[in-house]
């Protein structure tokens, strides 16, 4: 069982732990379905994407 939110997730800028959600959305690379989920750190402002495979994808593939 894979958890796909990390709990030692950080800003990737300036290594803070402290960040708010901001968007999600559902992308297709690589013949696959990714979830997009955008965060900003609580200490520098900085924005960044952070990429997911789409857990249901997995499971209709697996049906
Ligand atoms: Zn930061």
Redesign the pocket.
Known sequence: MTPFERPDRH?P??Q?KGYMFRARKTVEADGAKHIDTKYR?R??S?DWWERIPDPKADNQSAA
């Open positions: 800003c800028q300036c803070h750190c200490a520098c900085h």
